[in-house]
């Protein structure tokens, strides 16, 4: 994926089509993957990446960023927070609510 020529139908057909994206326009996509290993009964991450990608109104690549496992323990997190007037349908949040239901999905076919 080149920025400034790859668009997103060139994302679509090379890695397939994303469930995150950003809202209202779309225009930041995330790519989650996850590869897990069991050792001694118990399931070990061996990689967690997120690609983030990012179009300009065109839809052409303006931005691509890869977070691995090792970036994820380098964020800080800003101790103070905001209250909610109502839903947030942030890119985030639909991020982490994926993430969950993924995990949550993952425990009701193990105790099954």
Do not use: C, H
Not at 27 to 44: L, R, S
Not at 89 to 104: D, E, G, H, Y
């Amino acid at each position: 994926m080149l920025v400034g020529a790859t668009n997103k139908n060139d994302v679509v057909q090379s890695i397939g089509q994303t469930i995150l994206k950003e809202q209202p326009n779309e225009n930041i996509w995330a790519y989650i993957e996850t590869v897990e290993q069991k050792k001694f009964g118990k399931k070990k991450i061996i990689r967690n990446t997120l690609l983030i990608l990012e179009f300009d109104s065109r839809g052409v690549l303006k931005s691509k960023k890869i977070l691995n496992k090792n970036d994820f323990n380098k964020i800080k997190f800003d101790e103070a927070s905001t209250v909610s007037s109502g839903l947030n349908n942030s890119f985030s949040k639909r991020i982490f609510s994926s993430i969950r239901k993924r995990a949550q999905n993952k425990l009701d076919t193990i105790t099954k």
